[in-house]
């Protein structure tokens, strides 16, 4: 039985929370943090990590394949992905993030919060008590996986339905997986398990895989995929599925397509349906809506705070990180008694969230992208141009890849940069920084880019602008 009052207690052990929690330690404040699941939250076990692990080797391979002269003999080793992603995760062992909790001086409390009051959050499990905070709760629960309605879906067994967390880490490949839903978990698992030997079906309720990207990404993606041998069914969204002698009917409107697997991978939504969140206002269900310093923007006496995919904010690790981290430093300061001054782009602000959101999908080809995707307003302008240079045409033979920058015309400065193309994620950073730190044009002509690299494409970019 775990009782105590802390100066802080945050729920939910993801990467978010313990961001959260070691910047509140950093800052001298005392501080439980309450798991229910394993340490280290979606990410290091069924998210990120297990997802890269497995689509990595393939990327690989493909990357090979398109190089003349290097031996290989075109197969994937699925027995040892599968290992490798495993000591990645450590086969599910949260002891290395407990011990690395404890280490930061923070009491981890293993159990299922619930908000109970101002400043009170009830645990139920092994450490089950309750805990009084003297500056402020942080909810960092991060979310759970969205259920489409489709008829048949609640009748069909379990173990024909995958969700993402069965997709990161089974050991087993289906023969035949249906993918619905065509965003991040649905391309970056399709291609992984397509080329892991499964016949993979991306069925699609639009034109094209990752429909929040400008079309000549999800055109190149749809081609990647392709390539990988998945088999796309664009336009069409299942209609029903139902279960036919151990396998899945997905009704398509041409049809019926029988698969082993139906992985459902159609988004996520924040994880507070019993936080308690009545107790204090809130409507369970719903994100917690908060400001630029993490407070939430509903509740009154400035005691509850929230940073991660809980918020609905930007839904990624690192940026809940961020989140999580001023949100950290605001409790630190507030309870110093200093007054907080939320300023655009100070320490106190997750500012990037509203204008530089950086994020990679991890297919073949890659995804990266950063800011506005397109230009909105009159004095905006896209600068679109195929990656086409000295680097990229050694990098891979043929390479295909493009690029669209989002001019402010007016400042001369980026709002946006959207890459895609074989390993365009290391790119990525720099143009966040140049997104971010608002860099002239002009200026960003004197960065050279270093001969041959894909990142020539920069100059490029200037020269299509008119440099
Ligand atoms: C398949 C997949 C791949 C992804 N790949 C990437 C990627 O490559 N890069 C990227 O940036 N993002 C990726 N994401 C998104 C990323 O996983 C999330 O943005 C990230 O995990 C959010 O962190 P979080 O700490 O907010 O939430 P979580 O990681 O979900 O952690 C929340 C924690 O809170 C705990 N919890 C919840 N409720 C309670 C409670 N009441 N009491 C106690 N504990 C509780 C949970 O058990 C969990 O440990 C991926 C997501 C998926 C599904
Ligand atoms: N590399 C990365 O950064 C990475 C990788 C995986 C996941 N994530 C994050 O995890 C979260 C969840 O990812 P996700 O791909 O599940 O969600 P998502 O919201 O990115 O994509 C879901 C897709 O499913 C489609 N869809 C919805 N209902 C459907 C239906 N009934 N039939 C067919 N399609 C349907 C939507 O149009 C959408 O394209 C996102 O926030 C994502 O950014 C990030």
Request: proline share 6%; charged share 20%.
């Amino acid at each position: 039985m775990t009782q105590g009052t802390y100066d802080v207690v945050v729920i939910g052990g993801g990467p978010v929370g313990e961001n959260a929690a070691d910047r509140a330690a950093r800052g001298g404040l005392s501080v439980a943090l309450v798991e229910h699941e394993r340490f280290g939250g979606e990410c290091s076990y069924w998210a990120c990590i297990p997802s890269k692990a497995l689509l990595r080797p393939g990327n690989l391979l493909a990357a090979i394949r398109r190089m003349p002269g290097v031996q290989h003999d075109g197969r994937i080793d699925a027995a040892a992905v599968f290992a490798r992603r495993d000591e990645f995760t450590h086969g599910g062992d949260d002891s290395g993030q407990f011990d690395w909790v404890r280490g930061a001086g923070i009491e981890p409390v293993r159990g299922h919060a619930r908000v109970t009051g101002e400043r009170e959050v009830t645990v139920e499990g092994r450490d089950g008590g309750v805990l009084h905070a003297r500056h402020a709760v942080i909810v960092c629960t991060g979310s759970v996986p969205k259920t489409p309605s489709l008829p048949g879906l609640d009748g069909l067994p379990g173990r024909l339905v995958w969700t993402s967390r069965d997709a990161t880490t089974s050991s087993e490949v289906p023969g035949r997986l249906a993918v619905l839903g065509g965003g991040a978990v649905g391309t970056e698992m399709a291609q992984a398990w397509a080329r892991l030997g499964s016949e993979v079906h991306l069925i699609l309720t639009g034109p094209r895989p990752l429909p929040g990207y400008p079309d000549f990404v999800g055109d190149a993606v749809a081609e990647g995929l392709g390539a990988a041998g998945v088999r796309l069914h664009p336009d069409t969204g299942a209609e029903s599925v139902s279960e036919v002698d151990d396998s899945v009917s997905v009704g398509l409107p041409d049809g019926a397509l029988e698969v082993d697997r139906l992985l459902v991978a159609t988004g996520r939504r924040p994880a507070t349906d019993t936080l308690g969140l009545e107790t204090v206002g809130l409507e369970p269900g719903d994100p917690v809506r908060v400001d630029d310093t993490g407070l939430a923007s509903d509740v009154d006496g400035q005691w509850l705070y929230a940073a991660g995919d809980v918020t609905g904010r930007a839904p990624l690790t690192h940026q809940g990180k961020y989140a999580a981290r001023v949100a950290g430093d605001v409790v630190a300061a507030r309870a110093r008694g200093e007054t907080v001054d939320p300023e655009p782009w100070t320490r106190y602000a997750s500012t990037a969230d509203h204008h530089a959101v950086p994020q990679v999908v991890f297919t073949d080809p890659e995804v990266a992208a950063v800011g506005q995707r397109e230009a909105e307003g009159p004095h905006q302008r896209d600068v679109e141009l195929d990656i086409a240079v000295g680097g990229s045409a050694l990098h891979a033979d043929g390479y295909p890849g493009r690029m669209r920058a989002v001019v402010d015309t007016r400042e001369e400065t980026l709002l946006g940069v959207t890459f895609v193309g074989q390993d365009v994620a290391e790119l990525l950073h720099s143009a966040t920084v140049a997104v971010v730190g608002q860099v002239p044009l002009g200026r960003l002509w004197h960065a050279v880019p270093a001969f041959p690299t894909i990142s020539e494409v920069w100059l490029r970019m200037l020269e299509e602008y008119g440099l």
